[in-house]
């Protein structure tokens, strides 16, 4: 199946990637591997192909550091967020 990351976080991304273009994106992930088709995960496609995980790579040495972006993030309540830890 043909899968693709919803539009909100295809957005998010290239925000980051604008504001931090050095940063790594090493362990950056959308489709899940093995492990996570075993298991109900936001990382496996929905009906209709959308994946609604993204995940980045901390990188404090470009300046992006994830712990910051997910703190923002759940204190703004931004809307691209499906739940908080």
């Given amino acids: ?9 295809q957005i998010l991304r290239k925000q980051i990637d604008a504001a931090y273009p050095k940063r790594s994106k090493h362990s950056d992930g959308t489709i899940g591997d093995e492990a996570h088709q075993a298991r109900v995960s936001d990382h496996n496609p929905e009906r209709d192909g959308t994946v609604d995980a993204l995940d980045l790579t901390h990188s404090p040495e470009s300046g ?9 993030l759940r204190r703004t309540k931004d809307p691209r967020i499906k739940y908080e830890v």
């Avoid at 199946?1 to 976080?9: E, G, P, T």
């Avoid at 992006?64 to 923002?72: D, S």
Wanted: net charge positive; charged share 15%.
């Fill in 1 to 9: 199946m043909a899968w693709r990351l919803v539009r909100s976080l």
């Fill in 64 to 72: 992006f550091h994830a712990g910051i972006l997910a703190e923002t």
